[in-house]
């Protein structure tokens, strides 16, 4: 049994899952497993880890279900205390399973642990996930993270206990997009503690050729926005954390009507904006609505420029 259980979903990233894998060898910290679902590819991403030999690589591989099923593939097989996702274009810095384990030793009533993280723009840009990448660590209500600008629990930069991930049975298949924000909100439901590390550790390749936010037209996470709208309810939540829930749910809804507009769905859009006025605020109705009466190469210019700087 290893302590960590490293989950790879791979559908259609050939250029990439080799350096990936490699990122993962090269880990100072190697008391791992390595399970890669292979999730229907049809550009022999597999084929490309034929000369990478090392026992503790398994490749499973499966007709494509989307990458909810393709993770939890990976969870139910593995053996690990811990499970580390990764994406399959993205990369890891070689510390960081050993900065894993120091806070998990730091912050053992944690099921939730991450690190700072590089995003890589496309275009030459890198910009980072917090602002310190120092050394500090330390303990964060999950709900409180949802002021940040970048997600501060990453999908590449997260580790979770398995028994927290089993716990919420996993990620809910059949969701198109925020299918991880989602697991991390069910997760935090229950145990709301993370435990992070300020070091940046990994490198997000936020345009990859096949990344979901390029992939995606209408950014419809429903399952997250759902977890927020009953959190926004619990009495449980602190005034703090209940501020930080509308600011995150308020993001998602303007990137979801937006996105809606963008697809041509004018109509769906403004219906959109009229349920949710109360949550939108004035500012944002009123802008959104008008979203909706320009012209396309507009709005399409704002959403390449909002792509290209964040």
């Known amino acids: 049994m290893s302590k960590f259980t490293v989950v ?50 398994r490749i499973i591989r499966q007709e494509n279900q989307g990458v909810s099923a393709a993770r939890n593939t990976g969870v139910w097989n593995a053996t690990g205390t811990y499970i580390a996702f990764l994406d399959a274009d993205d990369s890891w810095e070689g510390n960081y399973l050993e900065e894993i384990s120091e806070i998990i030793e730091r912050y053992p009533d944690s099921d939730i642990f991450v690190t700072g993280y590089y995003i890589l723009m496309g275009n030459g840009t890198v910009r980072v996930s917090n602002e310190s990448g120092q050394d500090r660590t330390g303990q964060i209500s999950y709900w409180n993270t949802l002021k940040h600008a970048y997600d501060f629990v990453w999908t590449s930069a997260t580790v979770i206990r398995r028994s927290a991930v089993m716990a919420v049975q996993g990620f809910k298949p059949g969701e198109r997009i ?19 590390s300020e070091k940046r550790c990994v490198n997000y390749n936020r345009n990859a050729e096949n990344n979901a936010r390029v992939r995606i037209r209408v950014a419809n996470a429903d399952a ?41 769905n004018r109509k769906g859009g403004r219906r959109l904006i009229r349920q949710n006025q109360e949550i939108l605020g004035l500012f944002y109705s009123f802008s959104l609505m008008a979203a909706s009466l320009l012209p396309d190469f507009i709005n399409n210019k704002v959403f390449e420029i909002r792509m290209r700087v964040f």
């Open 224 to 264: 997250f926005m759902q977890d927020l709208r009953f959190e926004l309810e619990n009495c449980e939540r602190t005034e703090e954390e209940r501020l930080c829930i509308a600011s995150k749910l308020r993001k998602k809804l303007i990137v979801y009507i937006f996105t809606t507009i963008l697809a041509g």
């Open 8 to 57: 790879i979903p791979l559908y259609n990233k050939a250029a990439y899952i080799a350096g990936t894998v490699k990122s993962v060898l090269n880990q100072t910290c190697q008391d791992f497993e390595l399970i890669i679902v292979d999730d229907g590819s049809q550009d022999g991403g597999a084929d490309c880890l034929k000369s990478i030999e090392d026992s503790r690589i």
């Open 178 to 196: 925020g299918q991880d924000l989602d697991l991390w909100a069910r997760v935090a439901q229950k145990n709301p503690l993370v435990a992070y």
